[in-house]
């Protein structure tokens, strides 16, 4: 079993920057695929980045602002925002997959218990 931890969340400006880290409470460099998810009131869960054996990949709406890094050595994933807007706002969850591809949200086999993200002046 691996438990995510994520932190970094808060209360930023538009325009601002946060960077979110998730860390794992144990090794990840089995697990193929990592990333975040987030979720805003009344809307669906959202792929945000990922990052695989496979490479980068990015909702449409962060392509540009974001950045997903991963290190494997310290067990812990990062989500880098700027540029942030007031619809970025939501809890962000780490999520892990040990599969080799993923193709949903069900098929991650560990999440994090979230943070919230609030962009707003």
């Known amino acids: 079993q691996v438990q995510l931890v994520e932190s970094g969340g808060g209360l930023v400006q538009p325009g601002g920057s946060l960077r979110l880290s998730c860390a794992a409470s144990?090794?990840?460099?089995?697990?193929?695929?990592m990333g975040w998810y987030r979720q805003a009131p009344g809307k669906q869960r959202e792929l945000v980045a990922t990052v695989s054996r496979g490479g980068l990949d990015y909702a449409e709406s962060v392509k540009g602002r974001f950045t997903i890094s991963r290190d494997n050595a310290k067990n812990t994933v990062h989500l880098q925002m700027s540029t942030l807007k007031p619809e970025d706002t939501a809890v962000y969850y780490c999520?892990?997959?040990?599969?080799?591809?993923?193709?949903?949200?069900?098929?991650?086999?560990?999440w994090g218990q979230g943070t919230q993200v609030t962009v707003s002046s």
């Open positions: 999520v892990a997959g040990a599969r080799a591809f993923i193709y949903s949200a069900r098929e991650y086999d560990y």
């Open positions: 144990a090794s990840i460099f089995s697990l193929n695929a």
